[in-house]
């Protein structure tokens, strides 16, 4: 078995542009306990008023079922005595039964971060931990630059180790805090301090300045570390710390080791995103296990033999840590393809249908579509290819203009006019730009008789001029994504004209919103 102990809350928060208030540090250690991780740094309180809070609120409010709550803070400081240093004060009024200490472990940072004596560094760690020991709490030590310090000074990096564990500590974790060791280093240090001090009990903590966090954690655990660290998605400071949502499938799937609960690796992905929303941060698509492209296949030798076995291009099945199987559709794919997706939607396709409606994708991406991001416009094209029209309107002609104002005010206003079950219908609407308008206008025209336009909203407008050389005569692509508050889907155009290539797009995810509400 192996712990994991998540420091998201903590180190994880250190990444530039992460700022949790404490209500959604609160939501995050909930979701971490869902998780079924071991251990939850919570923060580092006496240091930041906002930690200090998270400690208060979460024994009244946090009702944690498989996690234990630590609290995070460092040594006593030099020259001084643990029983009255107030940082250490702090971490036992945090009143967690497990307490995280970080100490260091390279003589450098001892003699000139410190300044203060190789012998001092270490009764710095032999007090604080002995100290929150007699105080009936049970203690782990980041042994900071811990590769480093093995590197430069052996003899005091294993000290520390040793003095650490006669002291009391639980746990000794060894650090890569500068992020710059190489896998066969981990292990090879990891072996040799488990072999010096058989007494202590290692865990692991990596940074991922050289690409290496979660190889290298992977390596310590194989040399015997038995407690994990990391955050989830790969949040920390500068790259990034081992990305659990990397960690723990490779754990519990690839090598077989108990980590958390394999029926709890199903809620990975859900958890990964919900964490990112609350950091706002988007997941990157095509991150390993959690992104959306994980397990998406576009070239038609891919698609084929999927639909025949669905382990023939998958590492592991989707569903064990909650994600799903994608086809894209794009110029690349094969009948094979364009048959999956299409049951994907609910639509039955023959062989000959799926031929025709691959040439007319191979057709349009010619022309500078780009079906596999759009697969409103994809369900559309199926749709179109069986002999359906769609029923909801018919246009007649749009007009769109923008205005600037003496006082530097700009408005765009949109006129509409559509055919609406055989009513001619024309509606304006004011836009903060043409698409704005646009797209209100027809919202506008279409509401007497569809009144659930009024749940559509347009969530995303992107726009790519595909031959920059043609300058302001260049043909754009512009791509939408629209939502109706529970799902979403892409829609594209393609024109010379921006205004007309948006057109297409809005129409388009109106009509795929009207199928889907109606």
């Given amino acids: 078995m192996v712990e994991i102990y ?30 079924g991780v071991h251990y939850i740094e919570g923060g580092w309180p006496g240091a930041l008023p906002k930690d200090t809070e998270f400690f208060v609120r979460a024994e009244k409010e946090l009702d944690l079922e498989h996690a234990t709550l630590v609290a995070f803070g460092s040594t006593r400081r030099a020259g001084a005595e643990a029983a009255s240093d107030p940082q250490l004060q702090a971490l036992l009024e945090a009143n967690t039964d497990v307490i995280c200490v970080v100490g260091k472990s390279w003589d ?23 100290f929150l020991k007699s105080e009936g709490k049970r203690v782990f030590l980041d042994a900071e630059h811990f590769f480093d310090g093995f590197k430069h000074n052996p003899d005091y990096a ?12 639980e746990r000794v974790i060894l650090c890569d805090t500068n992020g710059g060791s190489l896998p066969s280093e981990i292990a090879d240090t990891v072996t040799a301090t488990a072999a010096a ?3 202590a009990e290692l865990g692991i903590h990596t940074h991922n300045d050289s690409g290496c966090a979660v190889a290298n954690t992977l390596a310590a655990v194989n040399a015997g570390a038995i407690q994990v ?18 960690v723990l499938p490779d754990l519990v799937l690839k090598m077989g080791i108990e980590a958390i609960p394999k029926e709890r690796l199903t809620r990975l992905t859900t958890i990964s995103h919900l964490i990112a929303d609350l950091v706002n941060i988007t997941i990157d698509p095509h991150h390993p296990y959690v992104g959306t492209s994980a397990f998406a296949h576009k070239a038609g030798l891919h698609t084929s033999a999927l ?6 291009y998958e590492h592991i099945s989707p569903a064990e840590v909650g994600n799903t199987t994608r086809m894209v559709v794009s110029e690349m794919a094969g009948r094979s393809t364009v048959l999956g997706k299409a049951r994907e939607q609910g ?64 408005i765009a206003e949109a006129t509409i006019k559509v055919h609406v079950k055989g009513e001619r219908v024309v509606a304006t609407a004011e836009g903060d730009g043409p698409v704005n308008a646009l797209d209100r206008a027809l919202r506008q025209a279409l509401a007497d008789t569809f009144p659930e336009v009024e749940h559509l909203r347009l969530t995303d407008y992107r726009v790519r001029v595909l031959d920059p050389a ?15 508050g529970k799902q979403a889907w892409g829609t594209i155009g393609v024109h010379e004209n921006i205004i007309e290539a948006s057109w297409e797009a809005v129409a388009d995810g109106v009509v795929v919103g009207l199928l889907r509400l109606i």
């Fill in 6 to 35: 998540d420091t998201t809350l903590r180190d994880g928060t250190q990444r530039e542009g992460i700022s949790l208030t404490v209500e959604e540090k609160l939501r995050v250690a909930t979701l971490l306990d869902e998780l």
């Fill in 108 to 130: 450098y940072h001892v003699t000139e971060a410190l300044q203060t004596t190789l012998d001092e560094g270490v009764a710095m760690i032999t007090d604080t931990v002995a």
């Fill in 158 to 169: 294993l000290r520390v180790v040793a003095a650490a564990v006669e002291a009391g500590a």
């Fill in 197 to 199: 001090v058989p007494a």
């Fill in 229 to 246: 660290q990391g955050c989830i998605n790969g949040y920390g400071e500068r790259t990034g710390n081992a990305d659990l949502c990397l």
């Fill in 307 to 312: 639909a025949r076995r669905s382990d023939a």
């Fill in 347 to 410: 639509l039955d396709l023959d062989d000959a249908t799926a031929g025709s409606i691959l040439a007319t994708v191979k057709d349009l991406e010619a022309r500078g579509y780009q079906i596999e991001a759009a697969d409103g416009t994809f369900e559309l094209i199926v749709r179109k290819a069986t002999g359906w029209e769609q029923p909801f309107f018919e246009l007649e002609s749009f007009r769109v203009f923008t205005e600037r104002r003496a006082d530097g005010h700009v």
């Fill in 470 to 484: 043609a300058g302001t005569a260049a043909v754009t692509r512009v791509l939408l994504e629209m939502s109706d």
